[in-house]
């Protein structure tokens, strides 16, 4: 019997004939207590009874998330990764995390830890940038996370991702944001628009986001009523609106109000301009309240309004606004909203702090390279240069 096996690791298999033609594989595992004990798996011909144990093996080695070793292999690392409680991720993060991890498994998850050398995880980073760019810096993060983790249960000293032979460099688009006169034409055409206004309910979402800067999950999460305080989430009075939630979809589950923003420092109460007050109250007196009180519920039932669905309400909209007026702004969405907020109140003299406060941005550095679209330099600049 094997003696220096490591908790958490198994012997090299071997092979028995049995009575009749069936064929049993062998191997002794040491389980976490530190007993080594006998698994075995049967199969008709050699290969598959060696298929069997091996998936036995992965299995006990994986189970429990109590033991991982450095035997312990990349897509058993990432399912424990996930396992473990992170209060800290919102729905969204785990949704974008569970399916970041995919990648890695198919890039990854035949090896073991021992054998995921820098040279290896480079080579791995390096394929998943170059056919999805965007994703590949989160793939990254969720690695670090992972080696982490086998680093605090001993399975491995460094984190190879760290050493990693890669550099990823994303080109990012420069912020760009409607003009004040851009805005205002579309505003104004959306509600001369039958099919925006009557049927898709499009005017008042837009202003709501041009007026407040908020997400579109956010803006879909607003509702009337009161905190776990009792104090009401719109005062209408104050002119204030407390971002507490988002709305998102989940795979299994459809649409859910998440009771937390997208991340902590999203939770805000923001100002209200007196327009967007207004609307409000216009809004609670034509519509038909729905039970939780929705602000821009589903134009036909009331009900929460689909995030995606809402993109691609925005999509045809702004597609017949280029046929009906010839001003192209298809490269809008419902987050050049948002920025286009940020880059209004940047005009107006505040700070990228303030800006970033308002937006719900834990780094300013966040809202100054990518949601402030600078167009003009000030005309005050060339009197200073000239002084």
């Known amino acids: ?28 595992y040491r389980d976490p207590d530190g007993e080594t004990r006998l698994v075995a798996r049967t199969g008709k011909t050699e290969a598959e009874a060696k298929n069997r144990l091996k998936r036995a093996l992965r299995d006990r080695q994986g189970a429990g998330g109590e033991h991982i070793t450095n035997r312990t292999r990349i897509d058993a690392l990432a399912d424990q990764w996930l396992a473990q409680a992170h209060p800290e991720w919102s729905v969204g993060t785990r949704r974008t995390y569970t399916y970041v991890t995919k990648r890695i498994k198919k890039a990854l998850g035949g090896l073991k830890i021992e054998e995921a050398t820098p040279a290896a995880i480079g080579r791995a980073l390096a394929a998943i940038h170059a056919e999805h760019p965007s994703s590949a810096k989160s793939v990254r993060a ?61 005017p008042d979402l837009v202003d709501w986001m041009l ?30 609106w407390e971002i507490n939630a ?25 100002p209200l301009p007196s327009h967007a007050v207004a609307m409000l109250e216009r809004r609670r007196a034509e519509l038909r309240p729905t039970p939780a009180q929705i602000v821009f519920g589903a134009p036909t039932a009331r009900s929460w309004r689909d995030p995606s669905n809402t993109d691609a309400d925005l999509r045809e909209t702004l597609a017949r606004y280029r046929d009906q007026t010839g001003t192209d702004l298809t490269w809008v969405t419902s987050h050049t909203f948002r920025k286009t907020a940020a880059t209004w109140l940047e005009e107006a003299g505040f700070t990228t702090t303030q800006i970033a406060d308002h937006l719900g941005h834990a780094n300013p550095s966040l809202t100054l390279d990518r949601y402030i679209g600078r167009r003009a330099v000030q005309a005050a600049a060339a009197a200073a240069l000239e002084r």
């Open 142 to 202: 969720c690695l670090n996370g992972m080696f982490n983790l086998a680093i605090a249960h001993g399975a491995t000293q460094r984190n190879p991702v760290r050493d990693a032979p890669v550099t990823l460099t994303i080109q990012r688009k420069r912020a760009r944001s409607l003009t004040r006169a851009q805005a205002d034409a579309f505003s104004d055409w959306l509600r001369t628009d039958p099919r925006a206004s009557q049927v898709l309910d499009l």
């Open 1 to 28: 019997m094997p003696r220096n096996l490591d908790p958490g690791t198994y012997s090299d298999a071997f092979v028995i004939v049995q009575r009749g033609d069936k064929i049993q594989a062998r191997a002794r």
């Open 246 to 270: 988002t709305l998102i979809r989940t795979l299994g589950a459809g649409l859910l109000l998440q009771e937390q923003p997208k991340t902590a420092t999203s939770w805000r109460i923001i």
């Open 211 to 240: 007026a407040t800067g908020c997400r579109l999950g956010e803006a879909l999460a607003a509702r009337h009523g009161v905190n776990t305080d009792g104090e009401p989430l719109i005062d209408l009075d104050a002119g204030t």
